[in-house]
């Protein structure tokens, strides 16, 4: 869970609101817009008063030393450049500022504005902890200096480091609050950086999840017509011969199963259009229709026997569970098993559980190494194992082949299940 915090350490309003920054204005967003010209403005600030200083130095009744004019100039020239790098290295700045405490007996107050913008870039572009450090640095060279450089005669070293210690204090409280307000935003911007991902990533991990889903019943709808069709058109051909009339009515269950088929594929695809017109819905199959599936497994000859006991579970994801598992269970014997006389369906349910067994008596069963059965095969574990329940399949006791599935109906099991509908 995310907290958000204020510059000032406050938590946000209750109710989940974020309270945002005021907007900039038109004067911040031009400077915005324009780092370089607002370093240039920076260096500007300190490097023409200090040259002012400088050249009527030189017109004085009494002038400077050229040595000392000279080293001033020359550190005129470092702290201009320096400036203009504040941003990058703020530290390094400030350090290069304490070079004016040389000269702070003549030239201090000029000196200052660089110590006082580089205070400011600390407190702005760095953090608190070095703000204050390099504030506390500051202010006791500055002291040191003014106590060197005072007149013994006269102690005016205290009154001054006074007013350069709050000058400075104020400097680095002005930065240290828009500091704040900027490490604000920036932690609001990667804060909203962050949900899009999250849900960019969940959006994906959603259409992996529906396409998975989508293949699965696509698997367990075409596999079952086609083995179906297949079935009824062999059959149609073998009869066509002796009774036209069956093999014209087998033709006509073709037909119907394939009708049925496209109408399930049709609303399975439906919910990938991208169009204005809302997917046909329907139902999906439950255990109201096993009749219905296991008559069209006995129109191709397959023996099956449907045998039902106790009472049918009100979930309807249970139930489209409990059809898909029967309608992949007899495709399979209907493709692999090997003339089987019988084909037991049989579902046990109770307050608690229920139980799905599909058998048969075929002589063997050939299992070709194929994505599609391996793919039939995982969909039934992966669907049972939603309901916390257990799978078997493989050759029964005597001869054939068995799939055995039973799954829980406790609800509490049930509730992060999304029930299709």
Not at 18 to 31: E, I, K, S, Y
Not at 102 to 116: C, K, P, R, S
Not at 119 to 125: K, M, S
Not at 393 to 410: E, I, K
Request: hydrophobic share 45%; with cysteine.
């Amino acid at each position: 869970m995310t907290c958000i915090t204020s510059s000032n350490g406050q938590f946000p309003p209750p109710g989940g609101d974020v309270r945002l920054p005021t907007p900039p204005g038109a004067v911040r967003r031009f400077w915005t817009r324009h780092p370089h010209l607002a370093d240039a403005l920076v260096v500007a600030i300190y490097a023409v008063p200090m040259a002012l200083v400088l050249v009527l130095n030189l017109f004085d009744a009494e002038p400077a030393p050229v040595r000392e004019v000279l080293l001033n100039a020359a550190i005129m020239l470092v702290l201009a450049v320096a400036l203009y790098f504040r941003r990058r290295m703020p530290r390094l700045v400030l350090a290069l500022t304490w070079l004016s405490l040389l000269t702070f007996a003549d030239y201090g107050e000029v000196h200052l504005i660089a110590q006082l913008l580089a205070l400011y870039a600390v407190a702005v572009y760095s953090d608190v902890r070095s703000a204050w450090a390099g504030y506390g640095a500051s202010v006791l060279l500055a002291v040191l200096a003014a106590w060197l450089t005072d007149n013994p005669d006269e102690v005016r070293w205290i009154p001054v480091a006074i007013q350069v210690a709050i000058m400075m204090l104020a400097a680095t409280l002005v930065g240290i609050n828009m500091g704040n307000s900027k490490r604000y935003v920036v932690s609001l911007l990667d804060l909203a950086a962050q949900l899009t991902r999250e849900r960019d990533q969940q959006a994906q991990l959603s259409r992996i999840s529906e396409r998975a889903r989508i293949a699965s019943e696509m698997h367990d709808v075409v596999a079952h017509s086609l083995s179906v069709m297949v079935a009824l058109a062999d059959g149609a051909h073998a009869i066509a011969p002796k009774d036209i009339q069956r093999s014209r009515a087998a033709m006509l269950d073709v037909a119907a199963t394939g009708r049925r088929s496209m109408t399930e594929m049709r609303r399975l695809l439906g919910v990938l259009d991208v169009g204005t017109e809302p997917a046909p819905r329907a139902p999906q199959p439950g255990i109201d229709q096993l009749a219905d599936l296991v008559e069209s497994f006995r129109s191709t000859g397959l023996p099956v026997v449907l045998e039902r006991s106790g009472r049918d579970p009100a979930n309807p994801s249970v139930q489209l569970t409990i059809f898909r598992l029967v309608q992949e269970s007899l495709t399979n014997v209907l493709r692999y098993a090997d003339t089987p006389t019988r084909v037991v369906v049989r579902l046990d349910s109770t307050p608690d559980t229920i139980e799905v067994t599909v058998s048969d008596n075929g002589r063997q069963h050939e299992r070709p190494n194929t994505q599609s059965f391996g793919r039939g095969l995982i969909g039934m574990q992966e669907r049972v194992a939603i309901y916390g329940g257990t799978f078997e399949a493989g050759a029964g006791v005597r001869d054939g082949w068995r799939v055995h599935a039973t799954m829980t109906l406790d609800e509490e099991v049930h509730q992060f299940v999304a029930e299709d509908t």
